[in-house]
């Protein structure tokens, strides 16, 4: 008898007349839950469900202890009631439990009722708590279930979630002449005509890289070059792709690809190809590295034909990304987007104002005092101005447009964001510069080489 009231009960080997003994001792202390719960637990055990699951529920008529009511899930579990066990460990998280076993027989029951994506984010939820909770067979058959789901049913679901319809063209992008006409004859004339280019032996393919300080427009113009092709146009962010499961960001990667090889002639555009640098921790990890390799080989187009994918990528640091991609026929042309000069910062000052309330603007002093400014921080001086406005309406109930003097005491108020990121690319520019990679930035800060 006395061996029940030991620490080490669970080590015993459990058989019936243990629980003869329990249920004795029960007799006398009838409300002894850890008694009661040890019961339970033993019956589990032994596969006794019937008998388990009344100690269980005798339980839970004066405990609303989670560890009960995870015991009795776990028995519905055993015995095959998947719906029943999901019911109740639902209700346990939702009342914010942290225990990672919790999650992980949550996984199991989801993946049993082949609820795959929820299973998926179950266990992700247990790893997340602890990476120890790592378990094989459930790791194993989500990775395989889950791209199988996707296969069935996901290649609508991911052909809605990056193929874009065009919202925007060039006309709605302010200034970057150049790199229009850059894009236009790398990108939009080799997918109009593929077959002129074949003709001179040049494939319609490879791709550019665009990059320069944040807020100058590297995402807007790519969007706008949906607009711009006649032609199908991938839009992905690359730390949409990343995934915390090794193997995973392939796939995902892969899939992309794949989908813009089913839809040619068409524009994949990458953005935040930092994600890829070298700087980030785990890129330096292997998974990292194969996440490289997978994607230069994507790019090379080495088990599959590229053919009519143009691939724009669009990065802040591009001196973090492995100089292999540079090769040719991967960002063979790699393409520097400043910050708009003054003739940029007025049309897209025009742009911007066009839909807004507004009297007489003078664009040119606006451009000519707003130096080293962005597009988004052109953005942010019009947002300014305009709440300021809608304040003073508030007070008298007229609304009052925009004018010059409101943009120019906005502009006093937000500093242009883009000289920080000309520090540091200035010292790449000067001490990292292969073969004139970064030529335009210095000819850009009119420092002579
Ligand atoms: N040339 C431009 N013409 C019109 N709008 C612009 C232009 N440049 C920037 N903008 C505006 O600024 C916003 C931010 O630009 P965008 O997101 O393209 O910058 P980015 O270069 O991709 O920055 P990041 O490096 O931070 O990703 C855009 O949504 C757009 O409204
Ligand atoms: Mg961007």
Request: glycine fraction near 6%.
């Amino acid at each position: 008898m006395t061996l029940f009231y030991g620490h080490n009960i669970t080590h015993v080997s459990m058989n019936d007349s243990t629980i003869e003994s329990l249920r004795e001792a029960l007799k006398h202390s009838p409300d002894n839950r850890p008694l009661r719960l040890l019961l339970a637990e033993t019956l589990l055990e032994l596969n006794r469900f019937e008998e388990a699951e009344l100690e269980y529920i005798t339980l839970l008529n004066s405990t609303n202890d989670t560890k009960v009511k995870v015991g009795l899930a776990n028995l519905y579990f055993k015995k095959g009631s998947y719906s029943a066990c999901n019911v109740i460990l639902e209700e346990v998280i939702e009342g914010g439990t942290r225990d990672g076993t919790t999650f992980i027989l949550y996984a199991r029951g989801l993946l049993k009722e082949n609820e795959i994506s929820k299973a998926i984010d179950a266990y992700q939820k247990a790893l997340a708590i602890d990476p120890g909770y790592v378990d094989e067979e459930l790791d194993s058959q989500l990775r395989v279930r889950g791209a199988r789901e996707e296969l069935m049913d996901g290649d609508e679901e991911i052909d809605n979630r990056f193929l874009q319809k065009p919202t925007i063209n060039f006309s709605d992008v302010g200034g970057m002449e150049s790199v229009k006409k850059e894009i236009e004859l790398k990108i939009i004339r080799p997918l109009l005509h593929p077959d002129l280019y074949k003709a001179y032996g040049k494939k319609a393919g490879g791709g550019i890289l665009l990059y320069g300080p944040p807020g100058c427009g590297k995402t807007y113009l790519a969007k706008a070059t949906a607009g711009q092709v006649n032609a199908e146009f991938i839009s992905v962010d690359l730390n949409d792709i990343l995934d915390m499961w090794v193997g995973n960001s392939e796939k995902n990667l892969h899939e992309i690809f794949e989908l813009a090889r089913k839809h040619t002639p068409c524009v994949l555009f990458i953005d935040e190809i930092d994600a890829l640098g070298a700087s980030r921790s785990d890129m330096k990890q292997s998974s990292g590295r194969h996440l490289i390799n997978q994607f230069l080989q994507e790019m090379d187009g080495i088990n599959s034909d590229n053919e009519g994918v143009l691939i724009l990528g669009a990065t802040n640091t591009p001196w973090n990304l492995d100089p292999a991609f540079r090769r040719p026929g991967r960002f063979d042309r790699i393409i520097f987007v400043p910050p708009p000069d003054e003739m940029g910062r007025e049309s897209i000052l025009r742009l911007k104002l066009q839909k807004k309330p507004i009297e007489s603007v003078d664009y040119s002093t606006i451009a000519k005092k707003t130096e080293n400014y962005s597009g988004a921080d052109i953005d942010a001086i019009i947002d300014m101005a305009i709440e300021e406005k809608l304040e003073s309406s508030f007070l008298d109930g007229i609304p009052k447009p925009i004018n010059t003097r409101d943009l120019l005491n906005a502009a006093k108020r937000h500093k242009p964001t883009t000289q920080e990121w000309f520090m540091t690319a200035r010292n790449f520019a000067l001490f990292a510069n292969d073969s004139g990679l970064y030529d335009d930035i210095l000819t850009y800060m009119q420092i002579k080489k």
